[in-house]
């Protein structure tokens, strides 16, 4: 069976990517998420995705491993031009979901395969509108612990569900991994789901 490279150790994408049936491998890369002070959100989260494939295929060549397409992804949450990245701490996460309450902001996927030299490269863009949040449930929303590690400070396919009351796009671009891309650009390369 034909394999690929995810270069993430996200379960979500993992998740996703079983999702399609398509077989991996992990491969973590090391990239700095750091925001150039020039970079839109669009050219931030496409460069993510390109230099993450670019270090998950010299993490490849240089164990040796076997030559296989490498696929990697970078997700932000974006409100008024600004990406919320993944929170410092408690109160910088209690901030970004204050700010998501009432509100409707956009997720952007950006997703690269690298294969024989050649690199595809795509980005999903989706709206999400939370409800209003109150300082209570925020405070408990961060007690469980799931947005300590996301984009936004929030899970979609976690309990963060209950606050939202509208999504424009693709839902597993929104989690982090938008298959209607993925699906088509592995198919250029010989990879298909079963």
């Known amino acids: 069976m034909s394999k690929i490279y995810l270069a993430s150790a996200s379960v979500r994408r993992q998740t996703l990517l079983h999702q ?10 090391s990239v700095s998420e750091r925001q150039r002070h020039i970079e839109g959100p669009m050219e931030y989260v496409q ?5 993450k494939a670019r270090d998950a295929s010299r993490l490849v060549a240089e164990r040796p491993l076997p030559l296989r397409p490498v696929l990697a992804a970078d997700t932000s949450v974006v409100l008024d031009g600004a990406v919320l990245g993944k929170p410092r701490d408690r109160q910088d996460g209690e901030a970004m979901l204050r700010r998501l ?9 950006a997703v690269t395969v690298l294969h024989d030299g050649a690199q595809q490269s795509a980005i999903d863009a989706s709206q999400v509108t939370f409800r ?6 925020i405070a408990r929303y961060w007690e469980t612990g799931e947005p300590t590690d996301k984009a936004g400070a929030y899970a979609l396919q976690g309990r963060a569900a209950a606050f939202v009351s ?7 671009g929104i989690v982090g991994l938008p298959l209607y891309h993925v699906a088509a650009m592995l198919a250029k390369v ?5």
Do not use: K, M, N, Q
């Open 190 to 194: 010989g990879i298909e789901g079963t």
């Open 101 to 109: 309450s009432g509100r409707t902001h956009t997720v952007l996927t």
């Open 47 to 51: 460069r993510l995705a390109v230099e």
């Open 20 to 29: 399609l049936g398509i077989s991996f491998d992990v491969i973590v890369p």
């Open 166 to 172: 509208r999504i424009e796009g693709s839902y597993s």
């Open 132 to 137: 209003r949040l109150d300082a209570a449930e």
